[in-house]
């Protein structure tokens, strides 16, 4: 089964407007990490977010944030004020404590920022 | 700023010769990671590890071995390399809260 579900494989938006990347996991250790990583044309992964599944609040950091619902098991990066260095690829991916915190990643999501 | 490096960050190599990537972080993080891309493709987990003298398969079968033997390092080894792994090998490290990816180095097998 699936463990991390990301159903869109490709994204446009307007720039300066916001975007919504949905991510859906599957998991029954109730200690567990949710990521979002940015990896450009260049290759490069970069961190932008991380959820803890304790954590009461949703995270933001800058211009990302993350809508964590945890009944639902989603974990959707809202990325506002979309601009043009923001196309690329994004990956959500999993960390779980019963899995010898194993990290694993969803297929992606391509974002194209449209001028 | 993460402090994990990969070397080489390109490589071509011949068939069947034995190839070593090599993955270093001064972050003192526990958890170490080795992924197989290929480009604009999902990221698959080959190899992990939680501690030192600890290694675990990925969900991705693969023909190359791993180490850890310090902290800092875990190289990942293929004996003899084939077309087949020809693509772009990710390593990362994890604590807690982050987790920070390398460079990557591309591998071409001719």
């Given amino acids: ?115 | 700023e993460a402090d994990i490096y990969q070397t080489p960050r390109y490589l071509v190599i011949g068939t069947g010769k034995k190839i070593t990537l090599e993955c270093s972080q001064t972050m003192g993080h526990d958890k170490m990671y080795w992924y197989q891309q290929d480009p604009g493709m999902e990221l698959h987990l080959i190899h992990y590890s939680y501690g030192v003298n600890s290694t675990e398969k990925g969900d991705l079968s693969s023909e190359s071995t791993v180490s850890r033997i310090r902290t800092e390092h875990f190289p990942l080894t293929l004996e003899s390399a084939r077309p087949s792994h020809t693509s772009q090998y990710l390593c990362a490290t994890g604590q807690n809260t982050e987790a920070f990816f390398g460079q990557g180095t591309r591998l071409t097998v001719v």
Avoid at chain 1, 40 to 58: A, C, H, K, V
Wanted: net charge neutral; aromatic share 14%; charged share 20%.
């Fill in chain 1, 1 to 115: 089964a699936q463990k991390i579900t990301q159903t869109q494989p490709g994204m446009f938006v307007q720039e300066k407007e916001a975007v919504t990347l949905d991510c859906t996991y599957d998991t029954s250790d109730p200690s567990y990490g949710l990521f979002w990583y940015k990896q450009p044309s260049s290759g490069e992964m970069i961190f932008l977010i991380y959820q803890g599944s304790y954590d009461q609040q949703n995270a933001t950091e800058g211009r990302y944030s993350l809508n964590f619902q945890k009944a639902r098991k989603s974990a959707n990066l809202v990325i506002s004020a979309s601009q043009l260095g923001d196309s690329a690829m994004y990956f959500c991916a999993m960390r779980e404590r019963d899995s010898s915190y194993k990290l694993i990643f969803g297929s992606g999501t391509r974002l194209l920022v449209r001028p």
